[in-house]
């Protein structure tokens, strides 16, 4: 199975008066940068067979977002992505087919400890930027180990959907 695994986009800033951290939105500009990003996306890898995505608001304006680009794809809502517990989220994928693609709309720092803990790194974890992917290949059947394929900040993201 492969993996790709994206950390939503630009958001409003947690601790803005009014707004609570768990009812940010993506802002305009991160709506607009994710919207390119997700074009580059959709121009590497095809539609996965699954989008799953936090329930928080800006992880889920991301995955509609990227489902848009893809096409042919809905978003599924995983509240576990909002709580942390990516790893939860693996061992239920473990029913999905070796050729399967499978993309996960996180939050940091689950989303590169997620990656970090797929790839067996024990170092430091990858710089996940918001709006930025990684694609993990899973190891034969298992869903706890496997290897990068690439890692992808927002900026090479958006110069890949042009425009």
């Not at 305009?28 to 121009?43: N, V």
């Not at 990227?66 to 990516?86: F, K, N, Y």
């Amino acid at each position: 199975m492969r993996l790709v695994i994206l950390r939503h986009g630009i958001a409003v800033p947690a601790g803005t008066p009014d707004v609570h951290d768990e009812d940010r939105p993506l802002t305009p500009r991160g709506r607009k940068r994710f919207r390119k990003a997700a074009r580059g996306l959709a121009q590497i890898l095809p539609a996965p067979d699954l989008l799953l995505t936090s329930p928080l608001p800006r992880a889920l304006e991301t995955a509609e977002i990227a489902a848009d680009a893809w096409g042919d794809v809905e978003p599924t809502i995983e509240p576990r992505l909002a709580a942390g517990r990516s790893r939860e989220v693996l061992a239920a994928l473990g029913e999905r087919g070796d050729d399967d693609l499978v993309a996960l709309v996180g939050h940091e720092p689950d989303v590169s400890a997620l990656v970090a803990h797929l790839t067996g790194s024990t170092g430091e974890r990858l710089p996940f930027k918001k709006g930025g992917a990684a694609l993990v290949e899973l190891d034969g059947g298992t869903s706890d180990r496997g290897r990068l394929i690439w890692f992808l900040p927002p900026r090479l993201l958006r110069r890949l959907g042009g425009q």
